[in-house]
């Protein structure tokens, strides 16, 4: 009777279906616990910010060392001109969270590449160009939300109807678009133009003239 080979035998192939399932269940576990510490808000990872980040300006920008677009966590710039404790803050872009839910937002629009292709991705939408400046952009976004119908960049094309967003609403997604704006997404999307938030070159201050402490001298330029 012919000796069974060994990488054939039932018996070897059932260890090996068993460690296979125990290796990977092991390594799913901790695939677990590091994206829960990735995808957190405040974590460690640093990929996605606390709440409170929306008390400052967010630009998206070319890192050359990753070669793609990251978020950039600028000077304070509070939004609509209130500094927000972290609770505040993570109470008004839970609200705007909520919201694009309960609006049901992605059956048209997508969130971090998730939901529906029929509308533009929401992902960075804080520094889309569309709003136009900066300083004009969170009044324009909260009118937008409210009654999109009449808005100049919604009437061609795909048009977004109105849906009933309260200001309250509006104010608090606001707030949770600029908070999606500062997550460390990759560079998705990729090849996205930010809005220039760039501050207004200060006016030159005069020149004064100082006597020179010496009696007699010729003033000084500074």
């Known amino acids: 009777m012919a000796q069974e080979i060994w990488w054939a035998s039932p018996s070897f192939w059932r260890k090996t279906a068993i460690w296979v399932t125990g290796f990977s269940f092991v390594v799913l576990i901790f695939l677990t616990f590091d994206t829960v510490d990735q995808i957190t808000a405040g974590s460690k990872s640093g990929r996605v910010k606390a709440y409170s ?23 304070e710039e509070p939004l609509f001109g209130k500094v927000l404790t972290e609770d505040e803050a993570k109470a008004l872009v839970s609200m705007g969270k909520l919201t694009t839910q309960s609006k049901n937002c992605m059956n048209c629009h997508t969130l971090l590449g998730n939901g529906s292709y029929y509308a533009p991705d929401l992902t960075k939408s ?26 100049l960049h919604n ?25 999606m704006s500062a997550i460390d997404t990759n560079g998705f999307p990729a090849n996205f ?5 760039s501050d207004p070159v200060a006016a030159l201050v005069p020149t004064t003239v100082e006597l020179a402490p010496e009696a007699g001298a010729e003033p000084t330029q500074q």
């Open 155 to 179: 009437v061609l094309g795909r048009k977004m109807p109105n849906l009933g967003i309260t200001e309250e609403e509006a104010r608090a997604t606001v707030a949770f678009l600029k908070w």
């Open 53 to 75: 980040v929306i008390n400052n300006r967010i630009d998206y920008v070319f890192d050359a060392e990753r070669n793609m677009q990251v978020p950039v966590i600028g000077p």
């Open 193 to 197: 133009k930010p809005i220039d938030q």
């Open 126 to 151: 804080w520094l889309d160009q569309s709003w136009g400046s900066k300083e004009a952009r969170e009044q324009s976004m909260v009118e937008f939300l409210m009654d999109p119908t009449d808005k």
